[in-house]
């Protein structure tokens, strides 16, 4: 397939977008305040009760939220300050799967070298079913905080429950069949995305580093040698993401402490990723040279929006605005100008732990996708 032809700045300010994603734009996750680390450590300790630990993080995220409204952002999330993990809080409460005895190995690398961080595994024990409603009572909080924008929740996209363990983690007597794991999960998830559209949730964001992952060599090695098909387990991700109807997905390569653990460009799984992908936007990561060029940009079909990771959440140095609209320049020599967005490549804290910046570092960054996209597409 040939690209798209070469895009270039116009000479005027596009107008800005109605609908999510935004041209200014973030993943979800934010820096996690002291006052609410030192909370959450008293709440283990049990110096203080699970309300007054609910009490904290609502005090946080109220202060978060009007962070995100006065930089100029249009859509706002609740940080994920509730959670330990973006994505295990989720997947633990789904009906039919829980904590693994053993513990999940995985290698992160930084410019510094590598480590390996070691969390809970997961085991699927019974039929995969929603419950109830998951991060319910969340959204219902974000949704009245917010004064003018946009509430925005983020889950794990349900590619996250198998990637996370693979077959070894899914009881056979249970799913023989691993057809049936699938439309279990799917059924689950629809469901969830059901009942939040019912709270009035339109702007839903799947997280992924299930896909991204698949495009570094060494991954798909680890993959064949656990008895997985990494040549087409992109192919039924893809699938499972279409059944559960999100508005966006993030993708990811791993983000702990300012480490990753993948590498690659789109290519692998670009085609079939962008072409075949039922959601409104992408949010890639393409903030150093690991996240590949911009051409697997060129299977971006129209009315799909692009939202470009080019700022950090890595590191705390400012980027530059001209080299940011250079590379927007760039991209849209792949994809038109006005199916592009701007945000950081990741979330500022996917783990409790958060990244290694400050918190005035996290909010010029978002300040400067802001006036970056305003000078931009206006």
């Known amino acids: 397939m040939t690209s798209h032809e070469t895009q270039r700045s116009p000479k005027a300010p596009m107008a800005s977008v109605a ?48 962070m995100q409204e006065d930089v100029g952002l249009r859509s706002a999330t609740d940080g994920e300050l509730r959670r330990t993990s ?50 319910v009572d969340d959204f219902r909080f974000l949704q009245a905080t917010v004064r003018s924008v946009t509430p925005k929740l983020t889950i794990p996209s349900p590619s996250m429950v198998h990637y996370r363990g693979g077959r070894a983690a899914i009881d056979a007597t249970v799913y023989p069949d691993l057809d049936e ?35 570094d060599p060494a991954q798909r090695a680890e993959l064949a040698a656990k008895g997985g098909d990494p040549d ?19 993708m990811c390569r791993g983000n702990f402490r300012s480490s990753w653990a993948a590498e690659g460009g789109y290519d692998f799984v670009a085609e079939a990723l962008f072409g075949q992908l039922d959601v409104d936007g992408f949010f890639l990561e393409y903030d150093d040279a690991r996240s590949g060029g911009f051409e697997p940009l060129r299977f971006v079909p129209p009315g799909k929006r692009v939202v470009l990771g080019l700022v950090t959440t890595k590191r705390g140095t400012l980027e530059d605005k001209d080299v940011l609209k250079r590379r927007i320049d760039e991209a849209s020599r792949y994809v038109p100008l006005e199916q592009l967005c701007l945000s950081p490549q990741c979330g500022f804290s996917s783990t409790v732990e958060g990244n290694d910046l400050t918190y005035d570092q996290q909010v010029a960054k978002l300040r400067l996708i802001v006036e970056t996209a305003q000078e931009v597409w206006g």
């Open 19 to 66: 609908e999510p994603p935004y041209r200014a734009d973030h993943v979800g996750s934010l820096l996690r305040p002291p006052e609410l680390q030192q909370a959450r450590a008293d709440a283990a300790a049990g110096r203080i009760s699970p309300r007054q630990l609910r009490l904290a993080e609502d005090d946080a995220i109220r202060s978060v939220v009007r």
């Open 86 to 135: 973006w994505h295990m809080d989720f997947i633990y409460q789904l009906g039919g799967v829980s904590r693994a005895d053993e513990s999940l190995a995985v290698k992160f690398r930084n410019e510094s070298g590598g480590f390996e961080f070691t969390s809970p595994a997961l085991k699927v024990h019974d039929r995969v079913q929603l419950d109830e409603p998951i991060f």
């Open 181 to 215: 794991f699938w439309d279990d999960l799917s059924a689950a998830y629809a469901a969830e995305v059901e009942a939040l559209g019912q709270l009035g949730c339109t702007y839903l964001q799947f997280d992924d580093t299930s896909l991204a992952y698949l495009n």
């Open 232 to 250: 087409t387990q992109h192919l039924r991700y893809v699938r499972q993401i279409n059944a559960a109807l999100a508005k966006t997905t993030h």
